[in-house]
């Protein structure tokens, strides 16, 4: 299976979601797993973003997404992997590993 570089974007905010009260903050959260990934998945490239959805930059598609975050009240950091929400609130290794794997990610 030919491995596609996924793009996986981390939507938050500064100040951590009411519901998400001692939980990581979505930027803590951003860098666990981008550290997480890359110790997954060795040589295997990804691109990993940060959105701050009360900042989000003039990009349609991020700007859009982080508005439905807003609209949604949905529990952030919420975790996307090329559009598809695969964590929120409180995301799991295990579910963003199984998207990667769907694009042809193999375990280091």
Known sequence: MERKEVEIVVYGAEKVCAS???L???K???EWLDAAIARKYPE??????YVDIFN??????????ASRVIEEDM???????FGKVV???NPKLKTVYAELEK???QAG
């Open 20 to 22: 998400c009260v001692n």
């Open 24 to 26: 990581p903050t979505s």
């Open 28 to 30: 803590e959260t951003y």
């Open 44 to 49: 295997q490239p990804f691109i990993i973003r």
């Open 56 to 65: 989000p930059p003039e990009e349609k598609e991020l700007k859009e997404f």
């Open 75 to 81: 529990f952030y950091p919420v975790v996307s992997i």
């Open 87 to 89: 964590g929120e609130g």
């Open 103 to 105: 694009y042809g990610y």
